[in-house]
């Protein structure tokens, strides 16, 4: 029943994005805006879907929302993934947070997650952490994330290169 749900808000967000696409059509220069902002949508809503239900870490994006759109029910519209991903500017830098490993409780009292950052871009990204409790002990593309009982903490990655910046969010939590 949960997938149920997953799927269905991501059927909805993919919706959106197609008539936000193309009702935008007419600026070339929103239109990119959205597309990209689209892609990341997409993204997410396919990372959501295929994530392990045991996963206690939510992932969001960072990016401005979509404005409220005006259709014509007399229109159909259709278009394919392949259409959004051809307006992605060349170089863009694209990021996903993978859980790593985690959640691992030792003795009761710490858990912690292994948070990689999984960027690609022309010129490749830099990678940024708002938190790493390693102190990079793991590399500059994975954080680690230390939790006392009942704490969360919301990881903001960014990815950075001359084409552009794309930010990632993926809430931590651990409660016995």
């Known amino acids: 029943m949960r997938n149920f749900g ?15 696409i193309y009702t935008n059509s007419i600026s ?8 990209a902002q689209s892609t990341e949508a997409l993204e ?7 994530s392990s239900p045991e996963t206690t870490a939510t ?33 863009m830098p694209t990021l996903r947070l993978v859980i790593s490993e985690g959640p691992v ?15 690609t871009g022309d010129p490749f990204p830099v990678i940024s ?3 790493d409790d390693s102190n990079g002990a793991w590399g500059k593309n994975i954080a680690q994330i230390n939790l006392k009982n009942g704490e969360s903490y919301n990881l903001v990655a960014t990815a950075v290169n001359s084409a552009g910046k794309v930010t990632r969010n993926i809430e931590l939590s651990w409660s016995q």
């Open 59 to 91: 992932e969001t994006t960072a990016e401005k929302p979509i404005a409220p759109i005006a259709t014509n029910a007399a229109e159909t519209v259709e278009t394919t993934t392949e259409d959004i991903e051809e307006k992605i500017p060349e170089g």
């Open 44 to 50: 997410t809503a396919l990372e959501t879907i295929t």
């Open 129 to 131: 952490f708002s938190k």
């Open 28 to 35: 070339d220069v929103r239109t990119e805006e959205i597309t």
């Open 105 to 119: 409780v030792i003795d009761n009292d710490l858990c912690y997650y292994k948070i990689e950052a999984r960027a």
């Open 6 to 20: 997953v799927i269905l808000i991501a059927a909805i967000v993919i919706f959106l994005i197609v008539i936000a």
